[in-house]
Every structure is written in C-alpha cells, then in structure tokens.
Nanobody, 122 residues
Framework: QVQLVESGGGLVQAGGSLRLSCAAS????????MAWFRQAPGKEREFVASISRSGSVYYADSVKGRFTISRDIAKNTVYLQMNSLKPEDTAVYLC????????????????WGQGTQVTVSS
C-alpha cells in the first residue's frame, strides 16, 4: 500500500508560480498512475492532471497550458508545476494514486495524500 505526502503549497500573487511535490512510499512507484486533484471550500473534488505508468499526461481544460505534471521515478515523486496562477486556482491540492490506468474520476483512486493548500491572491 502506497503512502503519499504533498508539499509545496503556499500563498502566491496572481500570475505567479508554485511547484507542488508528492512523495510516494510503501509501494512500487512505477506501477501507479498518479493524479492531482483540488478541492475548494464548498465545492466538489476536481480533477487537475494525471500521468500514466507509461508517462502519458492529461489535463483539465481549466489548467491546460498553465500546469505541467511530471514525475521522477528514481525519487518516487510526482510534481505539479503551476504557472500563471489565478485566484480561481485557490484550493487544497491532493495527490492520488491507483494501480493500473489513470482516470479523471476521484472515486477511482484508492490512495490519497493529506493535501497542501494553495492560495492565489488577486
């Protein structure tokens, strides 16, 4: 069973950048599809980006062209580079993992980190 720990969140002005990290332990990292989700207060958990076991990436339309998901297999870590941040990007960002193919539905992911807060001021 894999454990996930996110880091890198914080407060940033609109137009700024942040890089989130998700460190995985307790499993075979290369076996997992990884994803980032976010959840704002009073809203449902929302898909942001995913990376498959083969390295294929997929993005939500709302972040396409601004966010980049990547991974370092040697470090068992997945990253989310967030550029041109907007106030509407403010949320708790969560890392998720599942064995097999990647999905955009949060209920398909059995493993979750605790989340890291990202706040974008206008």
């Amino acid at each position: 069973q894999v454990q996930l720990v996110e880091s890198g969140g914080g407060l940033v002005q609109a137009g700024g950048s942040l890089r989130l990290s998700c460190a995985a332990s307790g499993g075979t990292f290369s076996s997992y599809a990884m994803a980032w989700f976010r959840q704002a207060p009073g809203k449902e958990r929302e898909f942001v980006a995913s990376i498959s076991r083969s390295g294929s990436v997929y993005y939500a339309d709302s972040v396409k062209g601004r966010f980049t998901i990547s991974r370092d297999i040697a470090k068992n870590t997945v990253y989310l580079q967030m550029n041109s941040l907007k106030p509407e990007d403010t949320a708790v960002y969560l890392c998720a993992a599942r064995v097999g193919v990647s999905y955009i539905a949060p209920e398909e992911y059995p493993y979750w980190g605790q989340g890291t807060q990202v706040t974008v001021s206008s």
